[in-house]
């Protein structure tokens, strides 16, 4: 079973920046498209971004638009969320989702919940001055 384990979560002031990673344990990475969602204390989990298999495309949420940055790299089995100006709402815990059922166009990308199927454990990241 595919299995993610993101890190990078921790504390960081209002303004300042983080770069959470998602470590896929197969090489078949390439196949499939990854999102990056979060739940904070008392929501729902929300899609923050997502990236196609190959990159081609990518979306994200308005709430992170042009201060997040999502990116992979298939040769290391890795997917990447850079996060500037971090502000005190982007508090949550942060996981990486795998869509791995298939049938799905290069070019696909989603940020809801329901059409992923492998999750990751999570990692909290805590913007606070």
């Known amino acids: 079973q595919l299995q993610l384990v993101e890190s990078g979560g921790e504390m960081v002031q209002p303004g300042g920046s983080l770069r959470l990673s998602c470590a896929v344990s197969?090489?078949?990475?390439?196949?499939?498209?990854i999102g990056w969602f979060r739940q904070a204390p008392g929501k729902e989990r929300e899609g923050v971004s997502c990236?196609?298999?190959?990159?081609?495309?990518?979306v994200y949420a308005a709430s992170v638009k042009g201060r997040f940055t999502v990116s992979r790299d298939n040769a290391k089995n890795m997917v990447y969320l850079q996060m500037n100006s971090l502000r005190s709402e982007d508090t949550a815990v942060y996981y990486c989702?795998?869509?791995?059922?298939?049938?799905?166009?290069?070019?696909?990308?989603?940020?809801?919940?329901?059409?992923?199927?492998?999750w990751g454990q999570g990692t909290q990241v805590t913007v606070s001055s």
């Open positions: 989702s795998a869509q791995t059922s298939g049938g799905h166009m290069d070019y696909w990308v989603s940020l809801l919940p329901d059409d992923f199927d492998s």
């Open positions: 990236i196609s298999k190959s990159g081609v495309s990518t």
């Open positions: 197969e090489a078949t990475t390439h196949l499939y498209t």
